[in-house]
Each structure stands twice: as C-alpha cells, then as structure tokens.
C-alpha cells in the first residue's frame, strides 16, 4: 500500500444495540400512525434541523435499510424508534422520492409481531427476485432475544409504493445454532443478495468470532430455505464485530454502476463492513472467486492492521448501505450520520440522526479506492448562484462568501499550490495518525502551506466556526496533503463533541485539482475532498452562528498565498422530507 493511501483511525463515537423488550401485542394498527409525519411541531424554530438532509420530523433514526428502485420510485426504509428520541423500539420506517431529495414517509413497513422478531427488527437488505418481485431479509431479535434472519415479501407488487409487507411463514429463515456454532449475539444485518453461475442466491450475515470479524455466507435456491457455507466470505483478525456489510461489483473503467450479481473480468469488488469497535465503515477492494466463494483483497488490502484501510467517511458516518440504481446506471450509497449533541439536548430538541446526502459511488481509475459524490438530483435545489473569477488568497486573509444563505449552502472552491511555493511546506519529521494531526496543527495553527479553506457557521467575531481545511507538509522528500475538518471552536456549548477528524488525501498536489466541496446545513457539514477521493460528515450545534447570524468564509492561515481557482457556491432550497402522495 502507498504511503498516500495509508490511513490511520481513531474510535470517535459510541453506537450500543441495547436489548429493549417491545410488547408482545404489537401489531400493524399499533405502529400505524403513532405520530404524525405531516406535523410541523418538530421543524419549527429549531436551528439544528437540517434543510435538505433526510430526517423524520422527531424522534430516533439510525441506519438506512434496504433502499431500492421499483417502477420508478425510490424507498428509504430505516431503524425508527416512533416513541422517542433515543434507541428503542426499532421498527422499519418507509419514506418514497422520485428524486432521492424529497422524501413522503409512508406506514413503518416492519414492526415487531412475530416470534422472531417480537424484540425489535434490525437491519437488512433489500433484493429483487426473479420477475422483478423484491424481497426484505432483515435481523429480528426473537423471544429468546436471539439474533436470527427474516423474509418478508410486499403484499401487493403492483403497488409502486410497497406501502404493505408480509412476513414469511417460514420465518427465521436463518439462526444461530449449537450445529453451527453462531454466537447469537453477533448475527445480524444480512446484505443484498447476488446470483451465482449456479443460479443460487447468496447472502452475507454479519458476525464475529472472539475477536475475528467474518462474513458468514449462506446460499439458497429459493430465498427461503438457506445452508450456511463452510467457510465465511472472508475475515480478518483483530477487527471485531462485523455490522452492516455490503458486497458488490465496481467497474474498473467508467463510473456507471453494475447489477449486484455481475462477475467477470469487467469489474473488481468491494467488501465493506461497519466496525462496532471502531464505530466506522471500512472497505476492501478485490476479487470475487465465485468458483470458491471467496473475496481475495486486492494487492496491499491483504493481510494488513485495519488502520491501513480505507473508510468510506472520516467523521460522523455509519451502517451505510448500497444499491444499484438501474435505472440511471449507478450504484448509490447512503449511510447514517449521528449527533454530536449530548442525550439531554436530544431529548429537548425531540429527535436523533440523520441521514447523509445519498452518495454516488464508483472505482477510482486508479484501481486504488473509492470516489464518493452527492447524486445530482440534490443541485436541483441551488438558488442564487455566487461565482469568484480566480483570486489570491494570501496568508492571513479571510474572505466572506457573500449572496448565499450560509445556514443551508453549497459550496465547490479549488486551490491551486504555486510550484515556487512547494518548499515552503512543513516537514513532517514522523508519521503521525492524520485525525490527531488535524487537532494538533488545527486552524489557527500556522504553516507554510496551510492551513487553508472554508470557514462554516462563522459567527460574527468569529468566536465559533468550523473549519474545513488543507495543509501540505514534506513527507520522505514527498509532498502529503492533509484534509480536515475542525470542530473545536463549532460552539459554545462544550457539552457536544469537538472532535476534529482528518486524513491524508491521495492528490498530486501540483498536477491535480485541490477541491473541496462542501454542503451546509444548518447541523451538517458534509465535505468532499479531492474530487470525491476523501468525506468527512461533521455534526456541529453553534450557538450564535445560527439561522441568518452564520457566514461563511474562505481562508488562508499560512504565511504563503495560495489560488483560488474557482469558487461557485449556491443557497440551497429546502427539500420536502416529509410531504403527502
């Protein structure tokens, strides 16, 4: 593995499954309704509830499950507590859009009312079957408070909105047993399933063994009678419990998506789980041996420390999940970002998570990694656009981004390093883990060539901000880029998490574009570094930089000027995350 692609982690948030008991006369008329979704009680004078990311009107949300396309509508399923704003309850909620911008919520689409999942309904996929009929594996928490594996079909598959679902007869399909020695504790979250040559369908489970993360592999002719495989997917030592894997085919040229079961010498793979130890989402990119069943880690993904591999997001990012956009040939990504807040100000404010923007996601064609993009369909709802012709940026300015409202904002700008200029680059005498990198040489720490970037909810005086930033050292006769975003002036409030995340971003940075991309909204900042190359989601809660007392700045606190070659930056309307069919 090259040293620009080397990556360093740190554990930044807690996530804990906690084994709530539901009643067990829960049925559909007890989850119907149990608030109103139209309701505006919960959007009204709050300034943390976010303008165009995905968020129920209250209460808890926590990983995305099981998104598709069907007849041209696309369906948000989710974790759910619809009785209050912490974990509890979990239920899969359903939201529709024709755009992946607006969402209309609809009935939640699974409630706890069987044996096998009367203690909660857990994560899961979404698959079509044959004749385009999709169907829900999902974890169900059964009486024993066991961790088993459930089928549920839509009621009615002329119905473009799945509003009704039933649950298989059948039901566990899947569990832990002495036999196959399953901890059934750690059990949960089975993907998309793909097609073998040999027309079985097959699924991963996530599991661990002791310390050992694995993949477990269970096939299946019919969807409904399942044999778990000798041999898991893949694992690694060390790593810990493997929650919400994903499995699915990149091409290796081109950035369209592919159909999760397509294999051949036109793509590679990519195996991502979601740590529970790390609190974070990892990949692997390789090849799939179906002759096998095995995934085989590209050269310097294997048998490397988790902290060498890449993660889909550097900051608040979690239990993602993909799915092939077949119609638009795409594969997109949506993943959970929690809050930085504490529980008590949760409990105030009436709600919990969010979603990030869903992500188009594609293989670098460098083979190397990963590039992640907002989808299109989110600049639909860019007004008043600001456009800088190319500037000088020098060390010690601030420029104010004027005519967009900074509260809920896009912002693209790129810099351009003068070749003149490289050598004033800091020398990095040791590596150091990038994220404690970014706390210890933050905004106001300055450099040569850094730091330098945007500034977001700046209040007025610039007692809070969070800062979104490069700084370039010389590394081993080498020039590394670091990528950050700070949180430790984002408020007053010290009760939230000030964390500052960071990593190295693998740019050229005198042949390549230098660009960040920035979506502002109101509790998110969601930057994209390098083209796509590297995100990082922070959740911050200012308490003067809110509403029309935001501004935001591009700046520079290094001692040598650097370009700006192009800065647009857009006021983003609100989108309708909770309107009526």
């Known amino acids: 593995m090259t040293l620009l692609s080397t990556i360093w982690l740190l554990p930044l948030f807690t996530f804990i499954y906690l084994h709530g008991v539901l009643p067990i006369e829960a049925t559909h008329h007890v989850y119907r309704n149990l608030e109103s979704l139209s309701s505006d009680e919960y959007s009204t004078n709050q300034p943390y509830r976010t303008g165009y990311h995905f968020q129920p009107p209250k209460n808890w949300i926590n990983d995305p499950n099981g998104p598709l396309i069907y007849k041209g509508v696309y369906h948000l399923f989710y974790q759910y507590n619809p009785k209050g704003a912490q974990w509890g309850n979990i239920v899969w909620a359903h939201s529709v859009s024709t755009d992946l911008v607006n969402w209309t919520p609809l009935d939640p ?40 594996q459930n089928l549920a079909y839509p009621k009615n598959v002329s119905d473009p909105f799945l509003r009704e679902w039933i649950k298989s007869p059948e039901n566990p399909v899947m569990e832990p047993t002495t036999e196959n020695k399953i901890n059934s504790s750690s059990f949960r979250d089975p993907t998309t399933g793909w097609l073998g040559k040999d027309g079985k369908w097959r699924v991963l489970i996530g599991s661990k063994r002791r310390t050992t993360g694995i993949a477990i592999l269970y096939k299946s002719k019919d969807f409904v009678n399942w044999d778990k495989s000798k041999h898991p997917l893949h694992s690694a030592k060390g790593t810990g419990m493997w929650e919400c894997p994903d499995f699915f085919p990149v091409l290796k040229n081109g950035i369209n998506g592919v159909d999760t079961s397509l294999n051949d010498n036109s793509v590679r793979h990519v195996l991502k789980v979601s740590l529970d130890d790390k609190k974070h989402d990892y990949y692997l990119i390789g090849s799939y041996d179906e002759e096998k069943d095995r995934f085989v880690p590209d050269k310097g993904f294997e048998e490397v420390e988790i902290e060498y591999v890449f993660r889909y997001d550097y ?19 949506l993943g959970w970002a929690n809050e930085s807040s504490s529980v008590d100000d949760d409990i105030k404010k009436g709600w919990s998570g969010i979603h990030a923007i869903p992500r188009a996601i594609w293989l670098h064609k460098s083979g190397k990694q990963l590039v992640q993009w907002p989808v299109v369909e989110i600049e639909k709802l860019r007004v008043n656009h600001v456009n800088w012709p190319t500037k000088l940026l020098r060390g010690d ?28 680059a800091e020398v990095l005498e040791k590596w150091t883990d990038p994220q404690i990198l970014c706390s210890q040489k933050g905004t106001s720490v300055k450099s040569g060539l850094g730091p330098f970037g945007l500034l977001a909810f700046a209040s007025k005086g610039l007692q809070e901000f969070t800062s979104v930033f490069f700084r370039i050292f010389k590394f081993q006769n080498k020039n590394l880029v670091l990528f950050c975003s700070d949180q430790s ?19 050229d940075v005198l042949h390549e574009k230098l660009s960040l991309r920035t979506l502002i ?47 647009s930056a857009w006021s983003m309307k609100k989108a309708q995350l909770n309107g009526k069919l």
Not at 315 to 333: H, P
Not at 489 to 507: A, C, E, I, P, Q
């Open 109 to 148: 689409a699974i409630f706890p009312s069987q044996p096998s999942d009367i203690n909660g309904c857990w994560s899961g996929s979404t698959t079509i079957l044959h004749g385009n009929k999709p169907a829900i594996l999902y974890t169900g928490i059964n009486k024993l408070n066991h961790q088993v």
């Open 489 to 507: 002036r984002s408020s007053l409030n010290k009760h939230n998490d000030l964390t500052s995340y960071g990593t190295f971003l693998d740019v």
């Open 397 to 424: 300015e601030l420029l104010q981004i004027n005519g967009v409202t900074a509260s809920q904002a896009d912002v693209e700008i790129s810099f351009e390093v003068n070749e003149n200029d490289i050598g004033e």
């Open 521 to 567: 909204d109101h509790s998110v900042v969601e930057s994209f570094g390098g083209e796509g190359k590297a995100c990082i989601t922070a959740r911050v809660y200012p308490t003067l930089a809110i509403n029309d007392k935001a501004f935001i700045y591009a700046f520079n606190n290094g001692t040598t000027d650097i370009k700006i070659t192009s800065l």
């Open 315 to 333: 900051g608040k990012y979690y239990a993602s999940k993909t799915f092939f956009d077949y119609e638009k040939n795409r594969r997109v990504l």
